[in-house]
């Protein structure tokens, strides 16, 4: 079995156990899945009244985590080192991986390496109860926005690569409509909490604003 496949599946399973074995964290996820079955996106991003924002946001990171795992393993077979010898978003965009641990500087690699590298990372962060805390009555850190932003500005990366580098073969797949209302609800979810810099964005901006221009003329 493809190595990544087999880690997303297990990576995945980690995820969704995240929240289940929360009962709080829980009672959020059907909320906002049942917003998000309204199909109204901007009402499904936003807090429920009363709730905790970092609940919220731990909630949907998770969820996004999931969603981009499964988005991408429809892809992976044909994301090579030599078809994608780069992380890159178009020939402006390119992504280096660094971690703080074995790779200290940010360092070129393949797409299928760094997006594998980037979901290990992130799995670490969610299984890190000091970090990423699970456990009712357990305070969030008070850095745990900021490891937030950065899982969800590196999540970002996958989608941005998986739009220029292989929609080609999501049109094939009849995936397309699945991708795109997945990143509408990320970039929904991402302005409304303000998680990444507009510059971050960029390699993405013109979906973006059909999104926008979309909204506006209902």
């Known amino acids: 079995m493809d190595r990544f496949l087999h880690k997303k599946h297990l990576r995945t399973v980690q995820a969704k156990k995240h929240i289940q074995d929360n009962p709080k964290r829980h009672q959020l996820k059907k909320y906002a899945d049942a917003t998000l079955g309204s199909g109204n996106l901007r009402a499904a991003v936003a807090l429920p009244e009363g709730e905790d924002l970092n609940e919220w946001i731990a909630v949907n990171t998770v969820d996004f985590f999931n969603q981009i795992n499964m988005l ?48 290990s990372w992130i799995q670490d962060q969610l299984d ?53 209302t997945s990143f509408k609800h990320f970039t929904y979810f991402v302005q409304e909490f303000n998680l990444i810099d507009k510059k971050e964005l960029s390699p993405m901006q013109y979906l973006i604003d059909g999104f926008e221009k979309d909204t506006q003329a209902k």
């Not at 850095?143 to 292989?166: C, D, E, G």
């Open 128 to 180: 890190n109860e000091a970090v990423f805390p699970s456990k009712i009555g357990v305070p969030f850190p008070k850095n745990f926005m900021q490891t937030a932003k950065m899982i969800i500005r590196r999540l970002f990366r996958v989608y941005a690569h998986i739009y220029y580098s292989h929609f080609e073969r999501i049109l094939s797949l009849g995936e397309q409509a699945h991708l795109n």
């Open 72 to 119: 991408y393993g429809t892809v992976t077979e044909f994301c090579t080192e030599d078809e994608c010898p780069t992380m890159s978003a178009g020939p402006k965009y390119e992504y280096h991986w660094a971690d703080g641990g074995k790779f200290k500087k940010p360092t070129r690699m393949p797409a299928p390496q760094y997006i594998d590298l980037l979901m």
